[in-house]
Protein backbone atom coordinates (compact mmCIF):
# COMPACT_ATOMS: atom_id res chain seq x y z
CA UNK A 1 0.00 0.00 0.00
CA UNK A 2 1.42 3.50 -1.06
CA UNK A 3 1.98 5.56 2.36
CA UNK A 4 0.02 8.39 3.22
CA UNK A 5 1.28 11.54 4.24
CA UNK A 6 -0.68 14.28 6.19
CA UNK A 7 -1.03 17.44 4.78
CA UNK A 8 -1.72 20.50 6.21
CA UNK A 9 -4.71 22.92 4.29
CA UNK A 10 -7.08 25.39 5.59
CA UNK A 11 -10.66 26.41 4.02
CA UNK A 12 -10.73 29.51 1.94
CA UNK A 13 -13.57 31.57 2.38
CA UNK A 14 -12.76 33.98 -0.40
CA UNK A 15 -13.45 32.84 -4.04
CA UNK A 16 -12.84 33.97 -8.06
CA UNK A 17 -9.61 36.09 -8.93
CA UNK A 18 -9.60 39.06 -6.43
CA UNK A 19 -10.23 35.81 -3.32
CA UNK A 20 -6.87 34.43 -4.91
CA UNK A 21 -4.68 37.23 -5.12
CA UNK A 22 -5.46 37.77 -1.49
CA UNK A 23 -4.69 34.08 -1.01
CA UNK A 24 -1.33 34.58 -2.28
CA UNK A 25 -0.73 38.18 -0.79
CA UNK A 26 -1.52 36.65 2.70
CA UNK A 27 1.72 33.42 1.78
CA UNK A 28 -0.50 30.71 0.85
CA UNK A 29 -1.39 29.08 -1.90
CA UNK A 30 -5.27 28.93 -2.99
CA UNK A 31 -6.79 25.38 -4.49
CA UNK A 32 -9.36 23.27 -4.37
CA UNK A 33 -10.60 20.04 -3.10
CA UNK A 34 -13.00 17.92 -5.10
CA UNK A 35 -14.82 14.73 -6.30
CA UNK A 36 -16.45 11.81 -4.45
CA UNK A 37 -20.65 12.83 -3.44
CA UNK A 38 -19.60 16.05 -1.70
CA UNK A 39 -19.39 19.55 -3.61
CA UNK A 40 -16.19 20.85 -4.55
CA UNK A 41 -14.87 23.75 -1.92
CA UNK A 42 -12.03 26.10 -1.44
CA UNK A 43 -9.18 25.73 0.56
CA UNK A 44 -5.47 27.10 0.79
CA UNK A 45 -2.52 26.23 1.96
CA UNK A 46 1.14 27.92 3.02
CA UNK A 47 3.34 28.01 0.54
CA UNK A 48 5.77 26.36 2.72
CA UNK A 49 3.79 23.41 3.31
CA UNK A 50 3.06 22.84 -0.42
CA UNK A 51 6.54 23.15 -1.82
CA UNK A 52 7.53 20.43 0.89
CA UNK A 53 4.93 18.07 0.07
CA UNK A 54 6.31 18.44 -3.74
CA UNK A 55 10.11 18.02 -3.10
CA UNK A 56 9.18 15.62 -0.32
CA UNK A 57 10.20 12.78 -3.35
CA UNK A 58 8.03 10.49 -5.58
CA UNK A 59 5.57 11.99 -8.32
CA UNK A 60 3.74 14.37 -6.62
CA UNK A 61 0.33 14.09 -8.46
CA UNK A 62 0.07 10.45 -7.66
CA UNK A 63 1.16 10.68 -3.91
CA UNK A 64 -1.34 9.80 -1.34
CA UNK A 65 -2.06 12.33 1.46
CA UNK A 66 -4.55 13.04 4.34
CA UNK A 67 -6.38 16.24 4.81
CA UNK A 68 -8.52 17.74 7.62
CA UNK A 69 -12.09 19.17 6.46
CA UNK A 70 -14.61 20.35 8.34
CA UNK A 71 -13.39 18.88 11.51
CA UNK A 72 -13.59 15.21 9.24
CA UNK A 73 -10.47 13.14 7.98
CA UNK A 74 -10.08 12.53 4.00
CA UNK A 75 -7.66 10.96 1.57
CA UNK A 76 -6.53 13.11 -1.48
CA UNK A 77 -4.46 12.72 -4.46
CA UNK A 78 -3.09 16.27 -6.07
CA UNK A 79 -4.12 16.30 -9.96
CA UNK A 80 -2.64 19.55 -10.71
CA UNK A 81 -0.23 22.14 -9.58
CA UNK A 82 0.16 25.49 -11.75
CA UNK A 83 3.30 27.35 -11.23
CA UNK A 84 4.81 30.71 -12.00
CA UNK A 85 6.34 31.09 -15.21
CA UNK A 86 8.61 33.62 -13.61
CA UNK A 87 9.29 32.48 -10.03
CA UNK A 88 8.54 29.19 -10.27
CA UNK A 89 6.25 28.82 -7.27
CA UNK A 90 2.92 27.24 -7.04
CA UNK A 91 -0.41 29.81 -7.09
CA UNK A 92 -2.90 27.09 -7.43
CA UNK A 93 -3.76 23.40 -6.46
CA UNK A 94 -5.96 21.12 -7.00
CA UNK A 95 -6.72 17.85 -4.58
CA UNK A 96 -9.07 15.16 -5.68
CA UNK A 97 -10.95 13.25 -2.44
CA UNK A 98 -10.73 9.31 -2.53
CA UNK A 99 -13.41 7.78 -0.96
CA UNK A 100 -14.09 4.17 0.08
CA UNK A 101 -14.78 1.65 -3.18
CA UNK A 102 -13.62 4.85 -5.82
CA UNK A 103 -11.13 4.12 -8.16
CA UNK A 104 -8.28 6.47 -9.74
CA UNK A 105 -5.60 6.92 -12.30
CA UNK A 106 -2.37 6.91 -11.16
CA UNK A 107 1.52 6.93 -12.08
CA UNK A 108 3.41 3.55 -10.27
CA UNK A 109 7.20 3.88 -10.15
CA UNK A 110 8.91 0.76 -11.30
CA UNK A 111 12.09 -0.67 -9.45
CA UNK A 112 13.99 -3.75 -10.89
CA UNK A 113 15.62 -6.58 -8.71
CA UNK A 114 18.02 -9.80 -9.85
CA UNK A 115 20.34 -7.78 -12.07
CA UNK A 116 22.82 -10.13 -11.26
CA UNK A 117 20.68 -13.21 -12.14
CA UNK A 118 20.34 -11.82 -16.14
CA UNK A 119 22.68 -13.58 -18.64
CA UNK A 120 22.71 -10.26 -21.03
CA UNK A 121 23.36 -7.92 -18.06
CA UNK A 122 26.63 -10.17 -16.80
CA UNK A 123 27.92 -10.21 -20.23
CA UNK A 124 27.87 -6.20 -20.19
CA UNK A 125 24.58 -5.61 -21.48
CA UNK A 126 22.44 -2.33 -20.76
CA UNK A 127 18.89 -2.11 -18.98
CA UNK A 128 16.76 -0.35 -21.26
CA UNK A 129 13.64 1.22 -19.49
CA UNK A 130 11.24 2.14 -21.74
CA UNK A 131 8.67 3.29 -18.56
CA UNK A 132 9.68 4.47 -15.13
CA UNK A 133 6.28 4.99 -14.19
CA UNK A 134 3.07 2.99 -15.34
CA UNK A 135 -0.14 4.44 -15.25
CA UNK A 136 -2.52 2.05 -13.68
CA UNK A 137 -6.32 2.12 -12.06
CA UNK A 138 -6.21 1.76 -8.59
CA UNK A 139 -9.05 0.91 -6.00
CA UNK A 140 -8.48 3.77 -3.01
CA UNK A 141 -8.26 1.50 -1.26
CA UNK A 142 -5.30 -0.45 -2.71
CA UNK A 143 -3.16 1.95 -4.50
CA UNK A 144 0.88 0.34 -4.36
CA UNK A 145 3.67 1.75 -3.78
CA UNK A 146 5.86 0.74 -6.91
CA UNK A 147 6.07 -2.14 -9.44
CA UNK A 148 8.47 -4.98 -9.22
CA UNK A 149 10.12 -6.30 -12.47
CA UNK A 150 12.13 -9.74 -11.95
CA UNK A 151 15.27 -9.62 -14.64
CA UNK A 152 15.77 -13.19 -13.88
CA UNK A 153 16.80 -15.33 -16.98
CA UNK A 154 16.68 -11.94 -19.41
CA UNK A 155 19.36 -12.31 -22.18
CA UNK A 156 20.01 -10.13 -25.06
CA UNK A 157 17.42 -8.64 -26.90
CA UNK A 158 14.87 -10.10 -23.87
CA UNK A 159 12.21 -7.65 -22.83
CA UNK A 160 10.12 -7.73 -19.79
CA UNK A 161 6.35 -6.40 -20.67
CA UNK A 162 3.13 -5.69 -18.46
CA UNK A 163 2.01 -8.94 -18.00
CA UNK A 164 5.36 -9.99 -16.10
CA UNK A 165 4.30 -7.91 -13.32
CA UNK A 166 2.42 -9.03 -10.37
CA UNK A 167 -0.49 -6.32 -10.17
CA UNK A 168 -2.20 -5.98 -6.33
CA UNK A 169 -5.84 -7.01 -6.32
CA UNK A 170 -8.59 -4.91 -8.51
CA UNK A 171 -5.28 -3.25 -9.75
CA UNK A 172 -5.37 -2.96 -13.87
CA UNK A 173 -3.43 -0.92 -16.57
CA UNK A 174 -4.37 1.74 -18.03
CA UNK A 175 -3.59 0.70 -21.30
CA UNK A 176 -5.35 -2.55 -21.68
CA UNK A 177 -5.42 -3.05 -25.42
CA UNK A 178 -1.58 -4.70 -25.65
CA UNK A 179 1.10 -5.97 -23.97
CA UNK A 180 3.23 -3.29 -23.34
CA UNK A 181 7.22 -3.41 -22.69
CA UNK A 182 8.45 -2.13 -19.53
CA UNK A 183 12.58 -2.79 -20.08
CA UNK A 184 14.26 -4.71 -22.43
CA UNK A 185 18.36 -5.79 -22.57
CA UNK A 186 20.12 -4.36 -25.36
CA UNK A 187 23.29 -6.17 -26.13
CA UNK A 188 26.59 -4.05 -25.23
CA UNK A 189 27.18 -0.91 -28.08
CA UNK A 190 30.86 -2.36 -30.49
CA UNK A 191 33.19 0.59 -30.68
CA UNK A 192 33.33 1.42 -34.56
CA UNK A 193 36.39 0.68 -37.22
CA UNK A 194 39.73 0.30 -34.94
CA UNK A 195 42.33 3.08 -36.05
CA UNK A 196 44.92 2.49 -38.68
CA UNK A 197 48.01 1.39 -37.18
CA UNK A 198 51.16 4.02 -38.13
CA UNK A 199 53.81 2.80 -40.44
CA UNK A 200 56.81 1.48 -38.87
CA UNK A 201 59.92 3.37 -37.75
CA UNK A 202 61.84 3.86 -40.59
CA UNK A 203 59.54 2.95 -43.56
CA UNK A 204 59.54 5.07 -46.07
CA UNK A 205 55.38 6.55 -46.49
CA UNK A 206 53.75 5.64 -49.39
CA UNK A 207 53.65 7.69 -51.98
CA UNK A 208 50.51 10.00 -52.23
CA UNK A 209 47.68 8.69 -55.01
CA UNK A 210 46.69 11.19 -57.51
CA UNK A 211 43.00 11.67 -57.72
CA UNK A 212 41.18 9.82 -60.07
CA UNK A 213 41.55 11.35 -64.10
CA UNK A 214 44.67 13.02 -63.30
CA UNK A 215 48.42 12.81 -63.66
CA UNK A 216 50.75 12.42 -61.20
CA UNK A 217 53.19 15.72 -60.94
CA UNK A 218 56.04 15.17 -62.81
CA UNK A 219 59.60 15.49 -61.00
CA UNK A 220 61.14 18.50 -60.78
CA UNK A 221 63.47 18.94 -63.88
CA UNK A 222 67.48 19.23 -62.89
CA UNK A 223 69.09 22.26 -62.97
CA UNK A 224 70.88 23.29 -66.64
CA UNK A 225 74.51 22.82 -66.48
CA UNK A 226 77.11 25.80 -66.67
CA UNK A 227 78.08 27.05 -70.25
CA UNK A 228 81.71 26.28 -70.81
CA UNK A 229 84.02 29.10 -71.04
CA UNK A 230 85.80 30.34 -74.24
CA UNK A 231 89.75 30.00 -74.60
Same mark, same amino acid.
Not at 48 to 64: H, N
Given at each position: ??????L?????????????????????????????????????????????A?????????????????????????????????????????????????????????R???H?A?????????????????????????????????????????S?????????????????N?????????????? $????? *??? !???? &? @? +? #?? %???A $????? *??? !???? &? @? +? #?? %??
Amino acid at each position: MAQVRPLKIQARERTGTGGARATRRAGLVPGVVYGGKDAPAPIAIETRELEKAITGGGRFTSSLFEVEIGGAKTRVVPRAVQFDPVTDRPVHFDLFRLESGSKVSLFIPVRFVNHEASPGLKRSGVLNVVRHEVELICPADNIPTELVGDLTGLNFNDSLHISAFKLPEGVTPAIRNRDFTIASIAPPSVK $GLEEE *APA !AEGE &A @A +P #AA %KAPA $GKAAP *AAK !AAAP &A @A +P #AK %KK
